[in-house]
């Protein structure tokens, strides 16, 4: 008889607490950081930037400053790392004018109460803060063209910029590779003709554009090719542990310092997966359990662990609902996953439309495995109109997957998804 595991899975602020017989079970092990705060890591990273002068060079003789900062989908401790760039900018140059642009990509604005509760009370009182929209092209300027044809327009703000430097974290993509680094730019501030190009169905499909992938990945090939047009000359980015405190820091050139940053992740968070009858994931809790969007993250990392015809099994809040009402209807009205994957993979990068790229990757994986959402009951309906199933507990979903299964299902949990990189055995 197989063992019983107690398994505790983020969930929104809190936790679903629960036991099952998995037979593995897979986590990242990045350590935390000894006792070290965050704003010391940022410190001592800053201290000895990879492949740059100091911050407080690169500021000296500049008149405009942007430091590009994350949106409310990503949890990254700005409050660790703004008040070292800041001071360091100002050390190298008093007079510098300094403006933060949030990177909000094609997601909606961020609201006062949620940049307050990112920056703290006195950066948000202090400093000049503006709000990235891609949807205004009144707000961005064209820099010319990327190596796949798409092209290149970003926030007017950060183009007018002497220097542009950006915050981060870094953690496993589930199509860019990695976040941090180069996307503080794209699809951060670009408009949304840049980051329709950058996430097209060729793109989407191609092998490389997975999770943990850099070299070889077209997405990432035009990112790094905009943030060097965009003139991004300096980045700090952090690694986070379980318990989404900062880990360690990394700082200087934008290319650099987020591969030290991801080669360092990788030897952590890489796991090796038997191929699984039933896999049980998150996303990781809040703020990426956000919505039903946001969750096809972690649906990849289970792809990556079942066997084809496996049965995945995600838990989220999903507490802002969608997320997006052209991914919406694309799953609701759609013939079949086959039909709507097969339609994006023929769509033309110039006919891009919002949101494509997830439902692609969801149809991908709803060719291959059935889906059960555990979440919010007023959730049920959506769900289930875009062609998922509901269980209001993980024990429910578990009963509904195993009636699929003559023999007893191998079962494996990985219980926050967006944090490793699945490679099967």
């Keep these: 008889m197989k063992k019983l595991n107690k398994i505790c899975l983020p969930y929104g602020q809190g936790q679903i607490l629960f036991e099952a017989e998995a037979d593995q079970i897979l986590t990242s092990r990045v350590p935390s950081s000894g006792g070290k705060n965050g704003e010391a890591l940022v410190r001592e990273a800053m201290a000895r930037p990879t492949d740059s002068p100091r911050l407080r060079e690169l500021a000296a003789g500049k008149k405009k400053a942007v430091i590009i900062i994350s949106d409310h989908t990503r949890p990254v401790p700005s409050r660790d790392i703004l008040p070292a760039m800041l001071r360091e900018m100002r050390e190298g140059n008093p007079e510098i004018e300094i403006r933060l642009l949030a990177a909000t990509g ?16 006195e950066i948000m009182e202090r400093e000049e803060i503006l709000i990235h929209d891609a949807f205004d092209p009144e707000r961005n300027v064209r820099l010319g063209t990327l190596p796949s044809g798409a092209e290149l327009v970003i926030d007017k703000a950060a183009a007018e910029a002497d220097l542009l430097a950006a915050e981060g974290f870094i953690e496993p993509h589930f199509f860019a590779g990695f976040s941090g680094g180069r996307k503080s730019v794209l699809p951060g501030i670009c408009d949304r003709v840049t980051v329709l190009g950058n996430h097209c169905g060729a793109f989407i499909a191609d092998p490389h554009a997975r999770t943990g992938i850099l070299e070889g990945n077209p997405i990432q090939t035009d990112m790094a090719a905009a943030a060097r047009m965009a003139g991004l000359a300096y980045i700090v980015n952090v690694v986070l542990d ?9 700082a200087g050139d934008p290319l650099a310092a987020h591969e030290a940053g991801t080669a360092y992740l990788s030897s952590f968070c890489k796991v090796w997966a038997e191929p699984a009858d039933i896999v049980i994931t998150t996303n990781g809790g809040a703020p990426l359990d956000q919505n039903l969007y946001q969750c096809v993250k972690g649906m990849t990392a289970a792809e990556a662990a079942a066997r084809e015809g496996g049965v995945i099994i995600l838990c ?14 694309s799953l609701r009205d759609c013939e079949s996953p086959r039909a709507l994957y097969e339609q994006y993979c023929a769509t033309p990068q110039q006919e891009t439309i919002a949101d494509q790229w997830q439902s692609q990757i969801l149809a991908r994986i709803l060719m291959k495995h059935r889906v059960i959402l555990v979440t919010r009951p007023a959730m049920k309906a959506v769900v289930e109109s875009m062609k998922m199933e509901y269980a209001p507990t993980v024990e429910e979903a578990l009963d509904l997957a195993k009636k699929a299964f003559e023999k007893t ?16 055995r």
């Design 106 to 121: 094609c997601h909606r604005a961020m609201t006062a109460e949620e940049l307050r509760e990112k920056l703290g009370d």
């Design 316 to 329: 989220a809040e999903m507490a802002d609902g969608i997320g997006g009402e052209s991914f919406y209807r």
């Design 409 to 424: 299902p191998r079962i494996c949990v990985i219980p926050d998804g967006v944090s490793v990189i699945v490679e099967k």
């Design 242 to 250: 379980e318990k989404k405190q900062t880990a360690a820091a990394f």
